[in-house]
């Protein structure tokens, strides 16, 4: 009987201890399987996907040494603190921080580039767009390991919706910057604020007024088309503007289409749109305001627009800083005026 009771006895302490292995395993099992799991997801939150104007790029969050060539990208930068390596100077606004700082290498301008300075950078991320666009493919061979992304946006005379391009373009492009620097919110609000902006332009436009987009460059005055074109063009589709003038030739070229002020004039615009090319331009010193020119053109002086002041310039800095701050700010000045 005793050795019975002893045989029980040890029998459920064997079981026991069998349970116990099985429970530590187990146990084990599951924090290495938790471990792995953070580390994966460790990992993965090291880079983000961006879709950009030729497909879907990874690109690692928060980059070391980023160039940045993209107009439409650098007052978003610099608002969010981003460093920069390399940028092309002579095509930024004069008080841009990166323009000033003599740490940040200067490619140069479109025209005439010294892409060795990207090289030069050693980058992580490469922002390309606008006015380097054809650069695209240059430049991923130069920094074939860096991430390269292309931003740009088509508002050429070809696009079948220039104005919607833009806007998607520039809410697009502000989302993914967030994603790439981590500032997700203050991405998501510029483009809350800039949804709002065009909503409230929109509806202080009466549907009648003639609009006339204008570009003064070097003392001219030079039509800008509506619909292709910086600027003014998209806008025309953006808001639905009735333009006071349409000619069956346009282009995107930056100093506004071959027409003539006499043509300007005797469309008799109820409102005109300024872009001031030559304010922007940090190595014009001597260029004339374009509100000078036009308040002192003979041929515009009694048309609607000026004789009623209803005259919006836009920012100063447009021509070479077509940011998403930018054009909010132009659509506040929009619908200001527009209400009055």
């Given at each position: 009987m005793r050795k019975s009771k002893f045989f029980k006895f040890t029998a459920i302490i064997a079981i026991f201890a069998l349970l116990f292995t099985a429970c530590s395993n187990s146990s084990n099992e599951t924090a290495?399987?938790?471990t792995n799991e953070q580390v994966n997801t460790s990992t993965e939150a090291l880079t983000v996907e961006i879709t950009d104007a030729h497909g879907t790029v990874t690109v690692p969050v928060n980059p070391k040494n980023v160039v940045a060539l993209d107009n439409r990208t650098f007052e978003t930068l610099a608002d969010w603190g981003v460093e920069l390596a390399a940028v092309p100077k002579g095509v930024m606004p004069a008080d841009s921080p990166y323009v000033s700082d003599e740490s940040v290498l200067d490619i140069g301008n479109h025209r005439e580039p010294n892409l060795e300075m990207i090289a030069a950078a050693d980058p992580e991320l490469v922002i390309v767009g606008q006015r380097f666009a054809s650069f695209y493919e240059d430049i991923k061979e130069l920094v074939p390991n860096a991430a390269v992304i292309d931003l740009n946006v088509d508002v050429s005379e070809e696009a079948?919706?220039?104005?919607?391009?833009?806007?998607?373009?520039?809410k697009d492009s502000t989302i993914a910057l967030g994603k790439i620097f981590d500032k997700k919110e203050e991405a998501e609000k510029l483009v809350a604020d800039f949804d709002k902006a065009i909503e409230d332009a929109k509806s202080t436009y009466n549907g009648t007024d003639t609009i006339m987009g204008i570009v003064v460059s070097g003392g001219d005055?030079?039509?800008?088309?509506?619909?292709?074109?910086?600027?003014?063009?998209?806008?025309?589709?953006?808001?639905?503007?009735?333009?006071?003038?349409?000619?069956?030739?346009?282009?995107?070229?930056?100093?506004?289409?071959?027409?003539?002020?006499?043509?300007?004039?005797?469309?008799?615009?109820?409102?005109i749109f300024v872009l001031d090319r030559d304010a922007s331009v940090s190595s014009t010193t001597d260029a004339v305001p374009a509100q000078d020119v036009i308040d002192n053109s003979p041929a515009l002086k009694n048309i609607t627009a000026v004789t009623e002041r209803k005259i919006v310039y836009a920012p100063e800095d447009t021509y070479t800083n077509e940011s998403i701050q930018t054009y909010l700010e132009l659509f506040k000045d929009l619908a200001s005026a527009l209400a009055k």
């Amino acid at each position: 009987m005793r050795k019975s009771k002893f045989f029980k006895f040890t029998a459920i302490i064997a079981i026991f201890a069998l349970l116990f292995t099985a429970c530590s395993n187990s146990s084990n099992e599951t924090a290495e399987s938790e471990t792995n799991e953070q580390v994966n997801t460790s990992t993965e939150a090291l880079t983000v996907e961006i879709t950009d104007a030729h497909g879907t790029v990874t690109v690692p969050v928060n980059p070391k040494n980023v160039v940045a060539l993209d107009n439409r990208t650098f007052e978003t930068l610099a608002d969010w603190g981003v460093e920069l390596a390399a940028v092309p100077k002579g095509v930024m606004p004069a008080d841009s921080p990166y323009v000033s700082d003599e740490s940040v290498l200067d490619i140069g301008n479109h025209r005439e580039p010294n892409l060795e300075m990207i090289a030069a950078a050693d980058p992580e991320l490469v922002i390309v767009g606008q006015r380097f666009a054809s650069f695209y493919e240059d430049i991923k061979e130069l920094v074939p390991n860096a991430a390269v992304i292309d931003l740009n946006v088509d508002v050429s005379e070809e696009a079948d919706t220039p104005g919607q391009n833009l806007v998607n373009g520039l809410k697009d492009s502000t989302i993914a910057l967030g994603k790439i620097f981590d500032k997700k919110e203050e991405a998501e609000k510029l483009v809350a604020d800039f949804d709002k902006a065009i909503e409230d332009a929109k509806s202080t436009y009466n549907g009648t007024d003639t609009i006339m987009g204008i570009v003064v460059s070097g003392g001219d005055i030079g039509f800008s088309a509506p619909s292709s074109g910086r600027v003014w063009g998209p806008m025309y589709d953006i808001f639905e503007w009735t333009p006071a003038l349409e000619i069956d030739s346009t282009s995107s070229d930056h100093q506004g289409d071959d027409v003539s002020v006499e043509a300007i004039a005797q469309s008799n615009p109820d409102w005109i749109f300024v872009l001031d090319r030559d304010a922007s331009v940090s190595s014009t010193t001597d260029a004339v305001p374009a509100q000078d020119v036009i308040d002192n053109s003979p041929a515009l002086k009694n048309i609607t627009a000026v004789t009623e002041r209803k005259i919006v310039y836009a920012p100063e800095d447009t021509y070479t800083n077509e940011s998403i701050q930018t054009y909010l700010e132009l659509f506040k000045d929009l619908a200001s005026a527009l209400a009055k």
